[in-house]
């Protein structure tokens, strides 16, 4: 499916929102949708990181009319 191989990463900067609640707000997503998204994305990704490219293949899948 996705494909969240690693380039050496030293130290990668890490990212937490202030809450799910917050998260709620900023995208209107229900705490639900929000949970399984991540569940879904460390399901891909156990070490938590992606690369741009794959990022941006994913986003279009969500999002194919782009950002309009």
Same mark, same amino acid.
């Given at each position: 499916?996705?494909?969240?191989?690693?380039? =050496?990463?030293?130290?990668? @900067? /890490?990212?937490? @929102? &202030?809450? #799910?609640?917050?998260?709620? =707000?900023?995208?209107?997503?229900?705490?639900? =949708?929000? /949970?399984?998204?991540?569940? *879904?994305?460390?399901?891909?990704? @156990?070490? *938590? #990181? #992606?690369? &741009? &490219?794959?990022?941006?293949? #994913?986003?279009?899948?969500?999002? @194919?009319? *782009? *950002?309009?």
């Amino acid at each position: 499916m996705w494909n969240c191989e690693l380039e =050496e990463i030293v130290s990668p @900067p /890490k990212y937490r @929102p &202030e809450s #799910i609640a917050a998260l709620c =707000e900023a995208t209107r997503f229900t705490e639900a =949708e929000i /949970k399984r998204i991540y569940r *879904g994305f460390k399901a891909e990704c @156990p070490a *938590g #990181i #992606i690369r &741009e &490219e794959t990022f941006k293949f #994913i986003y279009s899948q969500f999002f @194919p009319q *782009g *950002g309009k």
